[in-house]
């Protein structure tokens, strides 16, 4: 994408999904900074073109956004740390304190420092208050409205508020709060189905906020709430090609089955997601809840039962 239609094609979109630019820039950026850049008149950064864009619900390629060797630093040490955590490898301090060695930070650059750095806390066994209070900072950097007991059901959001929304509600969770975290992941759930984004957002988001509902109605005791969910995941699943979610989706069904009592549809979901879980590599996912599957409903699944060739599903 050439550098100087960014600005054109971020007011084109605007216009076309009706949103002011009050609306849009809400929190990112002044109003007069998003005019300059609609008039071509401003080249935005990387990380606020892409909330721009991100608001609207549209991914691009953002390539040729010029950048100075602090910013490009930041960028690909974000990408470092993302992909580690998309991989389950927590273990990224030394990037997070490199990142916070460059200096000065804007507001967008914050927000994700403060982010991952919660996140890193958030599996390190930190305070949870402590690890909450900083995903709610991060949210402020971009939401300066933000209250902890509410939910910005009239802002437009970005794939990282979001992200961070999610992260707020697990972290409710983990604090006794299931009330609140429902809350949350069911507004969650309402906006990637109602507002209008390209299906990449859509895949990367909705079916995690499934599973984490899926979930937490699955503890409250709310079964049919849970199968239903749980239901309508592996169909996301499948319509987005999300493959990472897709087993878990079918666990939770067989779960959800064999606390109504419905045993024997149950079982053979639990077989499907094994299945699934040994040919995308999740070994140890099997060996951590097989037995508890067995032991719960008086199953006899084996392991050996999982381990088919690769070749098999072709």
């Known amino acids: 994408m050439e550098i100087y239609i960014i600005g054109k ?7 076309r999904k009706k949103i002011s630019q009050e609306e849009l820039s809400f929190g990112i950026c002044a109003v007069s900074t998003l005019s300059r850049i609609e008039n071509s008149q401003s080249v935005p950064s990387k990380k606020l073109a892409e909330s721009l864009l991100s608001r609207m619900g549209i991914t691009a390629s953002l390539s040729d956004v010029p950048m100075n060797a602090v910013d490009m630093k930041r960028w690909l040490l974000e990408r470092k740390i993302r992909d580690s955590v998309f991989g389950g490898n927590f273990e990224f301090k ?15 650059e914050e927000q994700s420092f403060l982010f991952y750095s919660a996140i890193y806390e958030f599996n390190h066994g930190f305070d949870m208050e402590k690890v909450l209070g900083k995903f709610e900072d991060a949210l402020r950097c971009s939401i300066p409205s933000y209250e902890r007991e509410s939910i910005p059901t009239a802002q437009l959001l970005s794939n990282m508020e979001l992200v961070i929304l999610n992260n707020i509600a697990l972290s409710k969770h983990e604090l006794g709060d299931d009330k609140t975290a429902i809350l949350i992941l069911e507004f969650l759930k309402n906006y990637y189905e109602t507002r209008q984004m390209d299906r990449s957002l859509i895949a990367e988001g909705l079916p995690l906020i499934i599973f984490n509902l899926t979930n937490w109605k699955g503890l409250s005791g709310l079964y049919e709430e849970a199968l239903s969910l749980a239901e309508q ?26 606390k ?55």
């Open 260 to 314: 109504l009592g419905r045993i024997k549809e149950g079982e053979w979901h639990f077989r499907n997601a094994f299945i699934n879980l040994e040919y995308m590599g999740w070994h140890d996912e099997v060996e951590k809840y097989l037995p508890q599957v067995n032991s719960d409903f008086n199953l006899n699944l084996s392991i050996s039962d999982f381990t088919c060739p690769k070749e098999n599903f072709q």
């Open 233 to 258: 995941g592996i169909r996301v699943c499948s319509e987005y090609k999300c493959l990472l979610h897709y087993p878990f989706h079918i666990f939770n069904k067989a779960w959800s089955l064999c």
């Open 94 to 108: 030394d990037s997070l304190d490199e990142y916070e060695s460059l200096g000065d930070m804007d507001k967008l």
């Open 9 to 15: 094609l971020i007011g084109e979109f605007r216009k």
